[in-house]
C-alpha cells in the first residue's frame, strides 16, 4: 500500500462542510490518548472545528443543523443577551485544534454574535504516534511549558526547540552569575526573549531574510543563525550591515543590543551626515535658504560664492538595507526640490 503524506490523509478524512469534525476518529487517526488537564483559558473560535458526541447536529461553523430543535439554542442567546455569566465550555485539545466535549450551543451562540473567543476548560490530549509533525508538536508543549513564554514561537524543523531551551538555560546561567541571582526558568526566558531574541527576529525582518526562504518562519532563521553563528562558529554572509550586527557568541550579541541607543533598537538605524550642494534663482535665495533651514533633518545652512549658491548639512538616518545614497537622494527629491 502506497504510503500517502499527512497533509493528504488528513484532507481525506475531513468531514464535508455539512458537518463538524468527529472527535474519535481525530484521536484515533492522531493516536492521542494520553491527556493533560490545562485549566481554563481563552480559546479562538476559529480554532473550535469539531466536536466528541454531538457532530452530526452541527456544522462546521457550528451552525445548528435543520433536523435538530433550536430550543436550546435560543435559551442559551437569550441568557446571553441578558448578560447572565454563563460556565466555561469543555474541550479536548488535539495539537491545535479543539472539540467540545460540553457547551456546543454556546459556542454556535457565540459565533452567531461575532464573538471571536470564549472561555474553555482545556484537556490537552497528547499525539503519541511518531510522526515528524507530532514529534514537532510535543516539542512545541514542552518549550512552552517549561519556559511559560506567552509569545509564540513557531518553528518548522524538529530538534530546534531543544535547542532554544540550552540558549535560555545559558542565559539563565549568565543573569544568575551576573544580574539576578535565583533567578528562574521562566524569568530567564522572557528576559532571553526581550535582550536576545527580540532583536535577532528585529535584524531578520529589517534585512528582508525571509523572502530568500519563503517556507520558514522568522523564528526559523532565528533558529539557524543562532545555531550556526553561535553554537558552531561558522560564520555566514547575509547581508549589508547584517553581518556586523551579529557577533559570533551569544553573549557579544547580548553585550552588543544592551549597549546600542534606543532609538536605533530594534529598528536598527544608522545615522548619516551628508553635505548637499544647492543653486537658487538669485530673488529667492532668501526664501530658499528659510524653508531649507525649517527642515527638521538640516543642521547648517551657508551661502558660498560660485556655481553653487549654498552648502547644506544634513542629518539622516537609514535602515540595514538602504543604502547612503538612496536616503540622501530621497531627502533631496522629497524635501529639498
Not at 8 to 14: A, E, I, P
Not at 17 to 44: I, L, N
Not at 213 to 224: G, K, Q
Not at 289 to 300: K, S, W
Request: charged content about 30%; glycine content about 6%.
Amino acid at each position: 500500500m502506497v504510503n500517502m503524506p499527512e497533509w493528504l490523509k488528513r484532507m481525506f478524512r475531513t468531514r464535508a462542510d455539512s458537518e463538524a469534525r468527529c472527535f474519535r476518529e481525530d484521536q484515533a487517526f492522531e493516536g492521542a490518548f494520553d491527556h493533560v488537564d490545562r485549566g481554563t483559558c481563552t480559546v479562538a473560535l476559529n480554532q473550535i472545528v469539531g466536536s466528541v458526541g454531538r457532530y452530526h447536529d452541527f456544522d462546521s461553523q457550528f451552525k445548528l443543523k435543520g433536523h435538530m430543535p433550536p430550543d436550546r439554542l435560543i435559551s442559551v442567546k437569550r441568557a446571553m443577551r441578558q448578560g447572565r455569566t454563563l460556565p466555561p465550555v469543555k474541550l479536548y485539545r488535539i495539537k491545535d485544534e479543539y472539540y467540545v466535549l460540553d457547551g456546543n450551543h454556546r459556542i454556535a451562540a457565540a459565533k452567531e454574535f461575532g464573538q471571536t473567543d470564549i472561555k474553555a476548560k482545556i484537556v490537552d490530549i497528547i499525539p503519541s504516534i511518531d510522526t515528524l509533525e507530532n514529534i514537532l508538536y510535543r516539542e512545541k508543549r514542552a518549550f512552552r511549558e517549561k519556559t511559560a513564554l506567552t509569545h509564540r514561537i513557531e518553528l518548522t524543523e524538529v530538534g530546534q526547540y531543544p535547542h532554544l531551551l540550552e540558549q535560555i538555560e545559558a542565559h539563565r546561567v549568565y543573569l544568575e552569575t551576573a544580574e539576578r541571582p535565583g533567578v528562574t526558568f521562566p524569568e530567564a526566558a522572557d528576559d532571553w526573549y526581550r535582550r536576545i531574541y527580540l532583536p535577532m527576529t528585529a535584524i531578520i525582518r529589517k534585512g528582508r531574510l525571509q523572502s530568500s526562504f519563503p517556507e520558514r518562519t522568522v523564528d526559523d532563521l532565528y533558529a539557524y543563525i543562532s545555531f550556526h553563528q553561535w553554537d558552531k562558529g561558522r560564520s555566514r554572509k547575509y547581508g549589508i550591515g547584517i553581518d556586523r550586527l551579529i557577533p559570533n557568541s551569544m553573549a557579544s550579541f547580548r553585550e552588543k543590543m544592551a549597549n546600542m541607543k534606543k532609538e536605533e533598537y530594534p529598528e536598527m538605524l544608522r545615522g548619516i551626515t551628508a553635505f548637499i550642494m544647492i543653486t537658487a534663482e538669485a530673488k529667492r535665495e532668501a526664501k530658499t535658504v528659510d524653508r531649507i533651514f525649517a527642515l527638521p533633518e538640516v543642521r547648517e545652512v551657508h551661502a558660498v560664492h560660485g556655481s553653487v549658491d549654498m552648502l547644506v548639512k544634513v542629518a539622516l538616518t537609514r535602515d540595514l538595507l538602504t543604502s547612503d545614497a538612496e536616503v540622501i537622494g530621497h531627502f533631496v527629491q522629497e524635501k529639498i526640490r
